[in-house]
């Protein structure tokens, strides 16, 4: 594996090659597609979200191509918490951090699903508090700030290692970041998807069986930007980016943000495998023309 | 035989054995071998056995009525063989009607047709012989060439003639035929899963013990690739 000092960078106390891991949801649910993420060049494997049973999803359609992005309502299909130990063992095997995203339907559910993540050796967790298309979890799960405080206070009371919490953008965005790295959270993920819908104009009927799911992709890489920008100059905290990284130059961007990471999610769907490799080539190229001696110094560069 | 005129774009023209995810609005999208096209009018055509509900909607379907099309999706595939025998169970003959439209020209084309019964045959025959394919038909009662199954027609067959086999249709007849294969011929299978994103992204089309993803890797396998997949019962 390729030794990069330059592009190293810690976050929240796990050090990583280089910053670029995929987003939860692609490929991290299955020993092979551990393996096939493995083999794209990523710094950690962040685990699909894992719930307490296995989870069957929606039925098809759950996922429309859109030329700016990706339109998906899967419905949390995962294989449940009780394969998480196969998943960390395959990402172990090969040197490389696991941050397992879980989701809970209430503080208890999350508790639980901690506990076992972390007996199974997850480096970090990832709270889902965000996904927007499954009734009962992720923007369901969150939607007080006291439910917020009361999942990072049920999940940091069973671990000192660290929690990740992924949130949408949405107008209370840094009240509610501001409520988790109060309850000790370690590091906010931003963003995951944002509301969407499609419809077919001939059948008349939303194309998602859903009817509405969450939208990724170049559609709103903007909006990641801003609100990365706009909680890491308030809080500077440890944040993960996501959404829309397709390439060095929007992954970069992110980090100028304020990012310590970013994470791909509909990259792998528009490049293949391949993007991982892309993006860091780009960077380091980028750090060669402006002299750059470290990641460090570019993280958050752009906030003033 | 369904017959859909294509109202958006198809960005690429399909190719056999290529799938479309067909999506009946207010059911579900399911994955659907073409079984033909026709760029002048764009017209896709699928074989449609009802067998559930959703199989069931789309067989009474009558014009005007729409349905959704998300593709082509997987592998296209090419013979590089000159002589190619075709093994088709039921509704698996679909990819190879196309097939006969696309690829037979100039090669040796033969189709072995199975059926349960000869009722079930109806116009697959006429519809080869009329692409220039010819066909031998095997069905468990009256009225086929053959009185038996599509794995009894194969176990009869001479292999040298051909270059290649594609089988299709039901899993079980492809395990059959797996087990009962002929050496010194190329086999290739076209399998059938369960789709779900159709892009290879939520690996729900994944072929157990492998880690090929039926949507993106397949829908056509060569043998070695997926003999544990056949051969573990």
């Not at chain 1, 939208?215 to 996501?242: D, N, W």
């Not at chain 2, 089988?167 to 369960?194: D, F, M, N, T």
């Not at chain 2, 880690?211 to 544990?228: I, M």
Request: hydrophobic share 40%; with cysteine; charged share 20%.
């Amino acid at each position: 594996m390729r030794k990069d000092s330059k592009l190293s960078v810690s976050v929240t106390g796990i050090e990583l090659r280089h910053p670029v891991m995929n987003a939860s949801g692609i490929l991290g649910d299955s020993v092979e597609g551990v393996r096939r993420l493995i083999g794209s060049g990523v710094s950690a494997v962040v685990t699909k979200t894992l719930t307490l049973e296995p989870r069957e999803g929606y039925l098809p359609p759950i996922l429309v191509p859109l030329e700016y992005g990706l339109l998906n309502a899967v419905g949390l299909a995962n294989p449940g918490i009780d394969y998480v130990e196969t998943l960390v063992r395959e990402a172990h095997s090969s040197g490389l951090p696991i941050v397992v995203s879980i989701g809970g339907r209430d503080p208890d559910e999350f508790h639980v699903l901690a506990v076992k993540a972390f007996e199974s050796g997850a480096d970090a967790l990832e709270l889902n508090l965000s996904c927007p298309h499954t009734p009962g979890y992720g923007v369901d799960t969150a939607s007080t700030l006291s439910t917020l405080k009361a999942v990072a206070d049920s999940v940091k009371s069973v671990t000192t290692k660290p929690v990740w919490a992924k949130l949408g953008y949405n107008r209370s965005i840094l009240d509610e970041a501001g409520a988790l790295l109060e309850k000790g959270i370690d590091a906010l993920v931003l963003i995951n998807t944002i509301p969407g819908m499609a419809i077919d104009v001939y059948a008349k009927k939303p194309i998602l069986t859903n009817r509405y799911g969450g939208l990724s992709g170049p559609a709103i890489h903007p909006v990641a930007v801003y609100t990365v920008y706009t909680v890491y100059r308030e809080y500077r905290a440890h944040i993960v980016g996501a959404g829309g990284a397709l390439d060095w130059v929007s992954a970069l961007e992110l980090i100028l943000a304020g990012a310590r990471a970013v994470q791909v999610g509909t990259g792998f769907y528009v490049k293949g495998l391949r993007i991982i490799e892309e993006i860091l080539d780009g960077i380091r190229e980028y750090m060669d023309k402006t002299g750059a001696k470290s990641l460090e110094e570019l993280i958050g560069s752009a906030v003033d | 035989m369904l017959r859909f005129r294509v109202l958006g774009r198809l960005h690429v023209e399909p190719e056999p054995p290529q799938f479309v995810m067909l999506w009946v609005p207010g059911l579900e999208a399911i994955p659907m071998s073409i079984a033909g096209y026709d760029p002048s009018d764009e017209v896709l055509e699928f074989l449609v056995k009802p067998v559930g509900s959703t199989t069931s909607k789309l067989a009474e379907a009558r014009a005007p009525e729409y349905m959704g099309v998300y593709g082509p999706l997987g592998k296209p595939w090419y013979p590089s063989g000159r002589r190619i025998l075709f093994l088709a169970g039921g509704s698996g003959v679909a990819p190879i009607l196309h097939f006969a439209r696309k690829r037979c020209n100039g090669r040796l084309c033969h189709v072995v047709f199975g059926a349960w019964r000869f009722d079930e045959v109806g116009e697959i025959p006429s519809l080869l012989s009329s692409l220039g394919v010819s066909v031998t038909t095997a069905c468990l009662d009256e009225g086929c060439d053959i009185k038996g199954t599509l794995v009894d027609a194969y176990k009869t067959l001479s292999v040298e003639e051909y270059d290649e086999i594609v089988v299709s249709g039901p899993i079980e007849v492809l395990r059959k035929i797996a087990v009962e294969r002929k050496q010194g011929i190329r086999h290739y299978y076209i399998l059938e899963a369960i789709v779900k994103c159709g892009i290879g992204l939520c690996s729900s089309c994944r072929l157990p013990g492998t880690s090929l993803l039926l949507c993106v890797d397949g829908p056509l396998f060569p043998h070695h690739l997926v003999e544990e997949v056949l051969l573990e019962a």
